[in-house]
């Protein structure tokens, strides 16, 4: 996790540092901090424990200049949120400064080393150890220190020693890591490297940015190069190079960004999560267009990258996924079961990195991911590549790493997503999933009749989504009435049972009430002993072929005094006589009930997380992209 930025050109680099720290505050909350090199060639780091703001405030305080810089948002792995442990680091008694988005392994024995040699380390982080070890290294290469003219020739060389000095350490390195580094003797370069933790370029008119992604470029530049594992990019004003560890210099591609200012604008919402449930009916939208065929009753989904007689030859899909997106991969298996025939297993990507499953032969791997940067993700897809098998994913971040491992996939195209709570993502991913159970069907057994009535749902469905979004004042009401309660249920079957898993994970996220998700039949197997008066049950009972037996569910929770919130479809009254409290969604077919189902329940969790005084866009302890094991 963490957000890391960089910049060096013209303007004052702690304005655009700053800008770009906010942007990425989602990806880590727990400290953040600036270093910036001042004309007199001094070191200047400001930093703090807690958010933005309280940087903010010491800058106010105190002040830093210089054209060049770096800066970090943190998401603690090692060592507590603390001023001390915020990055940037320095390294070798000042002459630089680091930060660092990653985990290092080995850090211990290293800082061992490097304590016996004299370097005396200020935090508990792991990435404390990057900075001494590159001053070490330098150390070596420039034995004598720097005198004018030395300067100017490391400059003329393209700074040689400094890439050799920091290629040596990363080598010794052992886990992953998105790096930034200042040199303070070098005020017109800043060094950035990648492996495992995600890392892009902004190119501007004689300035660049570097960032973890995207966003901080926005309004600047839209000129990107995204860097690869095992590529070290050397930046200054006017000039990129990019090395990589076996390839020596490599051309970089730069590539046009198609973010726009308004992707990372509130847009007038009070939260960014507000503002993305409620951008679903055309993220939706986006992830269908183009990708629907009429002519031939079927999906489009050319960056499969996979003929129609290869994904014939397929006999199992594996969805692979964390959180939210693995909700997503169970209503995939529903629904490429259904269509597709094919059968499917939904592993968490953190068990199946370690578990060596016999793979049957044909065995295709779909990695589940939003950022496309998350680390067990990654490990999975690895594992599973490794042994053979053709990997791909389906992910928004266009660019990411794992985009870029998997041999092609299917991009959500839900523009960036900034709460830390995912909803646009997960309903884009359940049509991206109705969209490969469509195309997989029709290779199989779906006729073109039942391709084009799935097309015909499909095209409504935007529609429905804006239909269940005006709920939204009713369910403010209902999260009044029950927003003090401690505990909650979220109980579907079929189609639902993944959005009941959803819908509690999304009250738990950001609302820290403790929430179950269960199929709704299995409740009497256990989670029944919690109902009480306080314990809310909501009922996912939409009319079709469960719904008599969700509504024993419901008449057993009430027999037990346990309040009901039931969401039902449009016109149900029997429903309604008999929960407390109704939301009513329109009526879909049952394939995409999860995407209309889920919808109030975003809803709900938001409401109740305002009540209760959270902060929405930043639970504690969440990051948005989980890029740590
Ligand atoms: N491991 C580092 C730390 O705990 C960096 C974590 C991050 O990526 O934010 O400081």
Redesign the pocket.
């Known amino acids: 996790?963490?957000g890391i930025v960089g910049y060096v050109g013209r303007q004052p680099a702690v304005d655009i540092l700053m800008e770009g720290l906010r942007r990425l505050e989602y990806r880590?909350y727990d400290s953040a901090g600036v270093a910036t090199i001042a004309p007199d060639h001094t070191l200047d780091i400001r930093k703090s424990a807690g958010r933005i703001d309280r940087l903010a405030a010491r800058l106010d305080e105190a002040p830093v200049s210089g054209t060049i810089g770096i800066g970090h948002t943190?998401?603690?792995?090692?060592?507590p949120a603390t001023d001390g442990?915020a990055?940037p680091h320095v390294g070798g008694h000042g002459v630089l400064a680091i930060a660092?988005?990653?985990?290092?392994d080995n850090f211990a024995a290293i800082k061992g080393r490097l304590i016996q040699e004299g370097y005396q380390f200020q935090s508990a982080?792991?990435?404390e150890v990057i900075a001494h070890l590159i001053a070490d290294c330098l150390a070596e290469e420039l034995p004598a220190g720097l005198n004018g003219s030395t300067a100017r020739e490391v400059a003329a060389s393209g700074y040689a020693p400094l890439v050799r000095a920091m290629s040596a350490a990363l080598a010794q390195l052992n886990g992953t890591y998105g790096l930034v580094v200042l040199f303070r003797d070098f005020p017109e370069v800043i060094l950035a490297a990648r492996l495992g933790?995600p890392l892009v370029v902004g190119v501007g008119d004689n300035e660049h940015f570097v960032a973890s992604d995207p966003s901080p470029l926005v309004g600047h530049t839209d000129k990107i190069v995204y860097l690869a594992d095992h590529e070290l990019a050397v930046v200054t004003a006017d000039d990129l190079k990019v090395v990589h560890r076996d390839q020596g210099h490599v051309d970089h591609n730069v590539q046009v960004l198609e973010f726009e200012s308004g992707d990372v604008d509130r847009g007038g919402y009070a939260h960014y999560m507000l503002k993305e449930i409620f951008e679903q009916p055309e993220t939706i939208r986006n992830t269908m267009r183009g990708r629907l065929s009429r002519d031939e009753a079927t999906a489009v989904l050319g960056g499969l990258n996979l003929s129609p007689g290869d994904l014939r030859a397929v006999d199992r899909l594996l969805l692979t996924a964390c959180g939210t997106s693995w909700h997503a991969a169970l209503v995939g298996e529903y629904l490429c079961e259904e269509f597709a025939r094919l059968p499917v297993e939904v592993e968490y990507a953190s068990e199946l990195r370690y578990r060596n499953p016999p793979l049957e032969k044909n065995t295709l791997l779909f990695a589940i991911t939003q950022s496309g940067e998350t680390a067990d993700t990654l490990a999975a897809l690895r594992e599973v590549k490794r042994k053979g098998h053709p990997t791909l994913a389906i992910c928004n971040v266009v660019g990411s790493t794992i985009a870029q491992e998997a041999a092609g996939g299917i991009y959500l195209h839900a523009g960036p997503e900034i709460g830390v709570a995912s909803t646009k993502a997960f309903t884009s991913q359940c049509v991206a999933l109705t969209l490969l159970a469509l195309y997989l069907g029709r290779l199989r057994h779906l006729s073109f009749g039942q391709g084009m009535q799935i097309i015909d749902r499909l095209q409504e469905l935007p529609d429905k989504v804006a239909q269940a979004l005006e709920s939204n004042d009713a369910i403010r009401e209902i999260a009044e009435k029950y927003y003090q309660c401690g505990n909650f249920l979220y109980l579907g079957r079929q189609y639902n049972f993944p959005v009941a898993l959803e819908g509690a994970l999304k009250l738990k996220e950001i609302s820290y009430i403790h929430a179950e998700g269960y199929p709704a039949a299995e409740m009497k197997h256990g989670p029944i002993a919690l109902v009480d008066e306080n314990t809310p049950s909501v009922f996912l009972m939409p009319q079709g072929l469960v719904y008599e037996k969700v509504m024993a569910n419901l008449e057993e929770i009430r027999a037990r005094g346990g309040p009901v919130i039931a969401v039902v479809d449009e016109g149900d009254t029997r429903a309604a006589a008999l929960a407390d409290d109704v939301i009513y969604v329109p009526n879909v077919a049952d394939f995409l009930q999860p995407i209309v189902s889920v919808i109030p329940l975003q809803l709900l969790a938001y409401h109740i997380a305002v009540l209760r005084g959270c902060d929405v866009d930043r639970p504690r302890n969440l990051a948005k992209s989980v890029?740590?094991e």
């Open positions: 996790m963490c880590g943190r998401w603690a792995t090692h060592g442990n990055h660092h988005n990653g985990v290092i982080t792991d990435s933790s890029t740590v």
